[in-house]
């Protein structure tokens, strides 16, 4: 482990990912292994079986353990299957405090799934902190907060919300999804575990699916590492390398992101076709300074209101840089359309109550030369 000392490109690079010690390859192997000869009836090297520990593996968690400044890290296939495994910390009863404009898979594994073990959910606009005290009973145990909300971009203040689960005694979990440890660092703001998607920005190529929980106590820790054990939705160790790798140009990607995502933001604003810009960046946005105080910048994530499903499709079929599809974070720019992709799982009330119109399209701006960003989407939106 690199000193903490080391700035976060330099962290990115060495912090978990020594050379190796039989041959001094300075890249982490895969270690293509379900299981490890052990010497004798209980000695062995320090790994026993691939579903508890594997090298490739630990060297991601140290590295993505690092850049948070936690105290653990754990991976999973999925960020679905990390949330998941962060509520197991939970039993039949408890209660859990959320964002009301998460990640649509989450609402959907939080009321379609675990509220059937008997968990409780309460969704509430995060953004304004007060919702959140409102809203914490004796049964709550976690607050779970994604700050800038998809899609629409809205700011939830991470200090303010924990201090309110300090005093309550919740835990605060924040999904850094939107805008990687390069620009939100949600663990110096006082969360107690940080949640990613690492199949978006911190994998960054498009190529791998995978989750992460880090951690800043050791129960958590204890916790989540059985759970790895428990019930194996761990993160194989060659999309550990994949993640590992992209991982290293994390702090040179998301300037670029920053950097594209701010120029385009300024473009759309100005575009007769775009009705609405939603973008933290911007000084219109409602929490700009707030963005502007706990963010290390803006990001790449944009949402943009053209009025209809129509024009919205119209924009959609005429990309030609640009791809429509799930997903962000990804070296190239991606468009999705929320009220039929990410959100549709939602319900047409759910998505009215959100502001989620079928004439919104959210970008991820990519790290393409920004004027060729900019020439595709000023074509597709003139048409
Ligand atoms: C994609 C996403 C998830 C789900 O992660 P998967 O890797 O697709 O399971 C959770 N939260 C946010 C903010 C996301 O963008």
Redesign the pocket.
Known sequence: MVSKKHGFATRAIHDGQAPEGLTGAVNVPIFLTSTYQQEEIGKNKGHEYARLTNPTRDALEESLCSLEGGTSAHVFG????A?TAMCTMMKSGDHVVCSDN??G??QRVFDKVLANYGLKFTYVDTSVAENVAAAITPATKLVHI?TPT?PMMAITDIRAVADICRAKGVELSV?N??LSPYLQQPIALGADIVMH????FLNGHSDG???VLICTKPEQAERFRFVQKCTGGILSPFESYLLLRGVKTLAVRMKQHDANGRAVADFLKGHKSVKKVFYPGLAEHPQHELAKRQQNGFGSMISIELGSLEQANNFAKRLRLGYLAE??GGVETLICHPATMTHAAVGAEGRAKLGITDGLMRISAGIEDVEDIIADLDQALRG
């Not at 999925?78 to 299957?81: I, V």
């Not at 998607?197 to 978006?200: A, Y």
Request: charged fraction near 15%; avoid cysteine; charge should be negative.
């Open positions: 999925s960020g679905m299957a949330i998460v990640y898979g989450t994604e998809n999904d999804t939107f998607s690492t199949t978006k699916l995978g989750g997903s962000l």
